[in-house]
């Protein structure tokens, strides 16, 4: 049997890291995007519902993007102070291609909609362990704001439909940061 610590995949769950600061003249290509869509739908979903969908926002479209979220973080926090509201405008520039994954939940007798944002996290995390696995970098981003009425209606959400989050996408600038984890609870039940 293979090693846990040699396993590719292993390594990749354990190396991945997220990265706040991209190259901005490394741009991901469309292959290379669509690719990472392409995994997260191999995420694992009950009934096979595929309760997702994505947005790529790039070029000056990050521009707009950057707007809504400004007037969204005024609207929601509106004691934010200016320097603030100005550093969550030029957020998004910050990345040359911005993954949005949306929890898209489908109706039926036998879904439920708590196992449809399961599997939309999964999906997230697939597109992640993707990325690394092809060299780019990423950085989930939210916060309260995102998922605010305003961003809701820029980003076309539909009723039933929210915001995962946001996956900054691109090439990192900075060296890989050290991760921590303090280890699960686990009870162990007969093992
Ligand atoms: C749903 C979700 C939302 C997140 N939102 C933010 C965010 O708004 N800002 C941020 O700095 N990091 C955000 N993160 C990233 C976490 O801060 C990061 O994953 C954590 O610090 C662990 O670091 P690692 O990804 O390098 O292991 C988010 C992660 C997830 C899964």
Do not use: C
Not at 129 to 139: E, G, I, K, N
Not at 176 to 185: D, E, F, H, L
Request: aromatic share 6%; no cysteine; net charge positive.
């Amino acid at each position: 049997m293979q090693r846990v610590s040699s396993n590719p995949v292993m390594e990749a769950i354990r190396n991945r890291r997220s990265i706040r600061k991209m190259r901005p003249d490394m741009i991901p290509t469309k292959e290379q995007v669509a690719a990472l869509i392409d995994a997260a739908t191999w995420a694992p979903n009950h009934h096979l519902t595929e309760p997702w969908r994505f947005i790529v926002i790039a070029g000056d479209e990050r521009g707009r993007l950057g707007e809504a979220l400004s007037s969204a973080l005024a609207a929601s926090f509106p004691d934010t102070a200016r320097e603030k509201l100005d550093m969550e405008r030029v957020k998004p520039l910050s990345a040359p291609v911005i993954l949005v994954v949306i929890a898209a939940p489908k109706i039926g007798p036998k879904i439920m909609e708590r196992e449809e944002l399961i599997a939309a996290g999964a999906a997230l995390q697939n597109v992640l362990l993707a990325a690394h696995a092809l060299a780019l970098s990423t950085m989930v981003r939210t916060g309260a704001h995102a998922y605010s009425e305003a961003m809701r209606s820029f980003f076309g959400l539909g009723d039933g439909e929210s915001l995962v989050a946001m996956v900054y996408l691109g090439f990192g600038s900075e060296s890989q940061p050290i991760g921590k984890r303090n280890g699960a609870s686990v009870e162990w039940r007969g093992m």
